[in-house]
């Protein structure tokens, strides 16, 4: 079993920047592949960034040029570097993890409660 922890959410103004952290602890060779998801209300959950075991990334394009998926493997922990917070990025921000690579399909076997992120113009 593997659990994974999101933290680094909060309220910014618009322009802003904030720094989302995952720990993930149990059996983490299963989760070799990692991604950051984000769903608002009434939304669908839209995967946000990947990162595969060899440290290939994906975004979307929505946040390409403003957000960074960076993995420490000793700490085993995911991050999402956000910055230049655009209103429509106003979301409950979730983690997940699998030993596949499922770049941005929600298709993860493992997730976290998820963090909210708020940006107001």
């Known amino acids: 079993q593997v659990q994974l922890v999101e933290s680094g959410g909060g309220s910014v103004q618009a322009g802003g920047s904030l720094r989302l952290s995952c720990a993930a602890s149990?059996?983490?060779?299963?989760?070799?592949?990692m991604a950051w998801f984000r769903q608002a209300p009434g939304k669908e959950r839209d995967g946000v960034a990947a990162?595969?075991?060899?440290?290939?990334?994906s975004y979307a394009d929505s946040v390409k040029g403003r957000f960074t998926i960076s993995k420490d493997n000793v700490r085993n922990i995911l991050y999402l570097q956000m910055n230049t917070l655009k209103p429509e990025d106003t979301a409950m921000y979730y983690c997940?993890?699998?030993?596949?690579?499922?770049?941005?399909?929600?298709?993860?076997?493992?997730w976290g409660q998820g963090t909210q992120v708020t940006a107001s113009s």
């Open positions: 149990g059996d983490t060779y299963t989760t070799s592949s």
């Open positions: 990162i595969e075991s060899d440290g290939r990334t």
């Open positions: 997940a993890g699998d030993r596949i690579a499922y770049c941005l399909l929600p298709k993860y076997a493992y």
